[in-house]
């Protein structure tokens, strides 16, 4: 009987701490799949309340598995990096070419999703972006 006061709860820790992690890992294999599923386009960035949307007018955006995102306008095709993170509800990118992809670098903390859309702001020391982007059909 002592044998079992002593071994239940170190085995119900256990089973705690792993199923824990097996639906952090299946939130984060959704996730994964959300955002690498499928193209994006650009709905709206705004620095404050000023609209640069027509910038990216005819870019399109593929997430990849690897941590790449391709942004393709037309024939033109740029690519950058991505990291996104469930627990603290960001998306971290960079394009190291110039404008307009690059005012898509830095760590977006996601504001509000749904199955066909990310909205999502960055704070700078200058101003605040708010990008929202639309899964492309």
Known sequence: MKFLRICFPVIFLFFFFSCKKFVENQKEKAAMSFITDGHWEIASYLVDSTSITDQFGGYKFKFN??????????????????????????????????????????????????????????????????????KVP
């Open 65 to 134: 598995d690897d941590g790449t995102v391709d942004g393709v306008n037309g024939s033109q095709a740029e690519k950058g990096t991505w990291l996104g993170n469930v627990n603290d509800y960001s998306i971290t990118s960079e394009f190291p070419s110039g404008p307009p992809l690059n005012k898509l670098n830095g760590k977006w903390t996601i504001k509000d999703s749904g199955l066909t859309y990310v909205k999502a702001d960055l704070p700078t020391d200058s101003a605040t972006m708010h990008l929202h982007l639309i």
